[in-house]
């Protein structure tokens, strides 16, 4: 995202955090992206972008998301799993700032922003049960000092075994929803494997089979959830938009470079790289704007910060699309970076909540 230098974070040697981003994508995230699309986990570079910031602009004081978009964008320009992963950690991060339990918020907001505690979200089935799509899958009773939850997530993201989530469980008997962070190396946690996915198998996706596990009070995040989910929701959601917008701008990467040689040809093709370029502009700007305020709770508000994660899928698929079509058989070779867009713009289009679960809450809006 074109945030204006003043916006974003500077060290005392003045590098700006997008510098510092671009810094570890040069140096250590580009020479690992084909295996990372095949499968490995880039947790040595997460922790690098830790160390430069990109967690933490969100982190403070200052809500304003532009910061983090900004860092995962340039990452998603050149990887979209290990931005996905950053957006995991960026949620982790979103919960514990945002947390009542001022404990919790003490011990791990700032090794989550500094990339020393690594984790992700457990959010979209909690998510997709608001939205009436499909049912809550956790529940807890209460014992003594917190609660012992069961259930299974199906697809949870940035995991390890020292890793942490945040999710949402149904205490029983009450009906109240209970939001806590779970530690991945607590008893009675096991996370399954053995799935392939057509695009970011590098991205720690996994089930997560809760039996019995304690969670205790220092851990909950809000009681109530609802209201605290609500006021989180709308950060939530813009977090994502850094991966769209720095996968479109790959895209244009994509097209531009088969332009030097194919240039005579590409011209006939209907969606250009300068229409792509004036899309992304005015979406950059639009998230820019939304980004500044993540608790405006206006009907407006919301509806626009729907929109612009819609557009973002919108413009990636079809920004993936043109970049295949410009590269032409170059492209459609296995490990080409056309056909891994194609792939990752998928992804964008289907992660919760996707463009189906988008259109759903929009028309619920009316």
């Not at 259930?151 to 009906?175: Q, Y």
């Not at 779970?182 to 089979?209: E, I, K, N, W, Y």
């Amino acid at each position: 995202m074109s945030a204006s230098p003043e916006r974003q974070l500077r060290r005392e040697d003045g590098q700006s955090l997008a510098a510092r981003v671009e810094d570890v994508v040069r140096s250590e995230l580009a020479p690992l992206v084909r295996r990372i699309d095949q499968g490995h986990y880039p947790e040595r570079v997460l922790r690098s972008l830790g160390r430069v910031g990109a967690f933490s602009a969100h982190a403070g004081e200052d809500a304003d998301l532009s910061g983090a978009i900004d860092a995962m964008a340039r990452v998603a320009r050149q990887c979209l799993a290990t931005a996905f992963c950053m957006w995991c950690q960026d949620t982790l991060v979103w919960y514990a700032r945002n947390s009542e339990n001022e404990d919790l918020r003490h011990s791990l907001l700032a090794g989550a922003a500094s990339g020393q505690i690594l984790g992700g979200t457990g959010l979209s089935n909690p998510m997709k049960a608001a939205a009436g799509i499909e049912p809550l899958r956790l529940r807890a009773r209460r014992v003594a000092g917190g609660f012992a939850v069961n259930g299974t997530l199906p697809w949870v993201s940035n995991l390890g075994p020292s890793h942490h989530f945040g999710t949402v469980f149904e205490v029983e008997g009450e009906g109240l929803l209970v939001m806590a962070m779970v530690d991945c190396s607590a008893a009675g946690v096991r996370l399954g494997d053995g799935v392939r996915f057509l695009a970011l198998d590098g991205t720690r996706t996994c089930s997560v089979v809760f039996r019995d596990v304690f969670v205790p009070r220092s851990r909950v995040l809000a009681e109530p959830a609802g209201p605290w989910v609500s006021r989180i929701k709308a950060g939530f959601i813009l977090l994502q938009t850094g991966m769209g917008l720095g996968l479109v701008q790959g895209c244009i990467d994509v097209m531009r470079k088969s332009d030097e040689s194919c240039g005579h040809v590409n011209r006939y093709l209907e969606d250009r790289p300068e229409m792509f370029a004036d899309a992304l502009a005015g979406l950059r700007g639009q998230i820019e704007r939304l980004s500044r305020t993540p608790y405006e709770t206006s009907r407006e508000y919301q509806r626009a910060v729907l929109e612009a994660r819609l557009a973002t899928s919108t413009w990636s698929l079809r920004a993936a699309q043109a970049a295949l079509l410009h590269a032409g058989a170059k492209g459609y070779l296995a490990g080409a970076t056309a056909q891994r867009k194609l792939r990752e713009a998928s992804f964008i289009a289907i992660v919760t909540p996707a463009v189906k679960h988008l259109r759903k809450e929009l028309a619920d809006l009316d």
